[in-house]
């Protein structure tokens, strides 16, 4: 997730806002349509050529696709349905272990993290927001969760869930949607690195069946220790071993060539595991899953009683920002995988604000997009909003059909996986690459992730929305300033923008010239494009103090040197260059065109006898009708 902002032109499916799409198809609908769909021309095999895909099924599942695909007209049919179905089995297989693992590191039993999986499917894939992004719980929010049960328990996780979303919903009604959009690259960089380097070094405990000690410095401190503890201890060996391979693992498998690199690699390991924690003398540490509606919990009186502490306002706060905007981060980044429908950002962040809702009410995980699942959802080939829509329904049938396989899972495994995904958000290339670019955002980048692993989410990322600011204030002012001395007059001249943040330099001038002893001074600002009030002040107030003590000081502020040059002066140099432009053979294409000239106040108007070049009040109009001729009528009125 290292850029941001909508994808441009679509792929093959016209523009975004709906058009045609051209060209043979192979097992689907033809082409990408845009954002209301489109006609599509060529030959399809396969697959309907955008025939209804409420047409697609028959009975609930087919009344089911034709609400979730209704939208995107053009799209669907046989062919899209399989997809549709096939790309929603690869995100559950993906979402699986994710959700299980989130929950997990995130200190709240592991039924919880599939509750969010399955509203983050059916609550929030339903909606027209975005087609191919897929919610669930994030591994970015992790260390905040765990945080937040820590501080104030799993029942007041709900509560905080559930204001969440409805001041995103809030959020998304007034068009703010995109507001997040304007946030320095590099601070959404800086806090990504600053989620994944405490989420790797928190789960490198459970990977070895330890306990984390509890904040990322003391995680990092207790590296020493754990390493001491593993070498003497066999069973947690065995359960880092499986840890490193499930790492490795998810680095390599995608390079697996046949159909065996489809398979996501987290699954993979979760299979290895299951099989290695099944032997004789293996005693890792397996998953522990109950009930899956029993894990259900209403917040209740005393919860929101509590909503008065300031604490708990804080954490509702930081979950809204940090939820929208991996969200919306994310919904960017996915646009840009794909030349279907764009996200509608508001529309999104209602989405993401009715699931988080929901996850509140149920005591569930927050909600937002995640990266991991959108990808394999568009690399498997989905078209409507169906796949990400069935995979809640499949981790729904699975978690109640068949919760005993879970219990199986090695919680190393798992945690090996969330590793794997810290080491993705860290993204370290990204650092040296952002170096080479712009060293001012490498700084801002750089103290985002500082501060966060060294306080919290929140203050970090706040931190380093205030140190873009003051870069771009720094970049911005931009002033210049020349002295020089004549034979009895101290000249300074600006240019640029003069803002507080250059003050200490404008003082200083002004002072230099005040002790130059000449008796007259000449502040010359016309060239300056932007005079804030802290420099105005501090110039009139400079010009002042100079005149009291009988210096002369003359003052150009800002735009005085057009308005005091008179109109008749600059109509005459401009006809004149004009005039030069042309006796010297060349087009005065950039000469500024003539003005009328007004008579000021009092000045006797042109004698009559004098031809004026102006048009008079009597003067008759002639408009030039500027539309091409019929092709058959300039032909013939050319011949004729």
Known sequence: MADWGPGGRSEGGGRPGGGSARGPVVGGSPGGPGRDGGPAVGPARGGSAGGPAGRAGDGVLGGLVGKVTGGSKGTGGKGDLVTDITASLVVFLVALPLCIGVAVASGVPAELGIISGVIGGLVVGAVKGSTLQVSGPAAGLAALVADTVADVGVAMLGVIVLFSGILQIVLGLVKLGRMFQATSVAVVQGMLAGIGVPLMFSQAYPMADAKAPGTALENMAGIPGLLAGILTNSQAMIATL???????????????PGPAGKIPAALVAVGIGMLVAALPGVNVKTLQVGNLLASVSLPGAEQFGALTDGAIITAILTFTVIASAESLFTAAAVDRMHSGP?????????AQGVGNTVAGVLGALPIT??????????????KTRLSR???????????????????????SVLAGVLVHSGWKLFAPAEFPKMWRQDRGEFAVMTLTTLVIVATALLEGVLFGVAAGIVLAALRMSQTVIRQHMEEDTAKVVMAGNATFLRLPKVIEALEAAAASGKPRIRLDLTGVTHLDHACRNQVEEFTAQQRGLGLRVELLMPGEAKQAEPAGSRTAASAASAASAVSAGEAPATAPLPRRPV??????PAEAGEPSP??????????????????????SSLLG
Do not use: C
């Open 242 to 256: 499986l840890g490193i391979v499930t790492i490795v693992l998810s680095f390599v498998w995608k390079k697996v």
């Open 342 to 350: 764009r996200t509608r950002y508001n529309t999104e962040l209602v």
């Open 369 to 382: 997009a995640v990266v991991a699942r959108s990808s394999a959802n568009v690399q498997a080939g989905a």
């Open 389 to 411: 829509t069935l995979h809640g329904l499949w981790l729904l049938a699975f978690a109640l059909l068949l919760p005993q396989v879970l219990a199986l899972i090695p919680i």
């Open 599 to 604: 008579a000021a106040m009092g000045e006797e």
């Open 614 to 635: 102006w048009p008079t009040a009597d003067a008759e109009w002639f408009y030039l009708d500027t539309r091409p001729l019929p092709e058959e009528q300039s032909r």
